[in-house]
């Protein structure tokens, strides 16, 4: 017997609502009270010669006195002439001026203290359900992976994107000119040993794409480079209108805990057998492009 042509229609949709979602959906369903706006001030803007834009999002809160150093170095001018020059596969791509000679801004502290780490005190972490290799615990918190430790502290993680700072051997910190994105899979054992200041939120691919550099550690020969840069701003020295703005998803709202669940267990077509478990690095802070405010 069939059934009338309306109640099979209700039928399929009954079906349609029940259809698990993709985690691609759940953030794009997200509502507004999910999302939390990044400030101006805290998003670099790199622009490379003959066109391409890579845009990063400092972290004050993990490490103050590096991202001081290189909104300082932003404002200064001090990337005129620097270049992407090692592009390391599965690993890292590396730009900056390579000049340790070259004159800083004034209030540039060139030797920071060792941002790796810092106190959990007025951090909430939000714990990730999920067990990890790294670190006795991980979580988010403002928007952030992190990871904590057996005396307590607390980091960034390697992950996908990340940005942090070049150094030379200890007790060498880096000041800031000299930075790094992650464009492989996360070198977690990086953690705590680097000053890791950002992430990348859009442009990876003008950093990932690259030849990779024919030298060791990926760097390219002498007087070659990967990409020259032809400006490094603050999204708030530009003008209202021209800022690009953008929001990552608050993970204590429900739609980052359905998320982070949903990448553990993926159950639309694709997929026959759901993992049970997701690492940090493979559940990233969503992050989307708004109209400028």
Not at 36 to 65: H, K, M, N, W
Not at 119 to 133: E, K, V, W
Request: proline content about 8%; charged content about 20%.
């Amino acid at each position: 017997m069939r059934l009338p042509l309306a109640l099979s229609a209700l039928a399929l949709l009954a079906a349609a609502s029940l259809k698990p979602l993709t985690p691609s959906e759940i953030v794009a369903q997200a509502p507004t009270t999910a999302w939390r706006t990044i400030p101006a001030e805290d998003v670099l803007l790199i622009d490379y010669q003959g066109g391409g834009r890579t845009i990063i999002q400092l972290a004050p809160s993990f490490a103050p006195v590096h991202v001081a150093n290189i909104r300082a170095l932003a404002g200064g001018n001090y990337w005129s002439g620097a270049s992407v020059y090692r592009v390391q596969d599965n690993y890292v791509a590396q730009w900056g001026t390579n000049d340790d000679k070259k004159p800083l801004p004034g209030s540039v502290v060139r030797k920071p203290p060792a941002e790796y780490t810092r106190s959990p005190r007025g951090l909430t972490i939000r714990p990730f359900a999920y067990t990890d290799s790294y670190a006795v615990r991980t979580g988010h918190s403002r928007g952030w992976a992190v990871a904590q430790y057996r005396d307590g502290q607390v980091s960034l993680t390697h992950c996908y994107g990340t940005v942090g700072v070049g150094r030379d051997l200890a007790p060498d910190t880096g000041m800031g000119g000299e930075l790094y994105a992650v464009i492989g899979h996360g070198p977690r054992q990086l953690d705590r040993n680097i000053a890791i200041v950002g992430r990348v939120i859009e442009g990876i691919e003008q950093l990932s794409a690259l030849p990779r550099g024919t030298e060791a550690l990926g760097f390219y020969k002498e007087g070659t480079v990967a990409k020259r840069i032809l400006a490094v701003r603050l999204a708030s020295a530009l003008p209202a209108a021209e800022r690009p703005s953008f929001q990552y998803m608050d993970e204590t709202s429900a739609s980052f805990a359905a998320y982070v669940r949903t990448r553990a267990n993926r159950q639309d077509d694709f997929y026959r057998v759901a993992a049970g478990g997701v690492d940090l690095c493979n559940a990233p802070v969503p992050i989307r492009r708004t109209p400028a405010p």
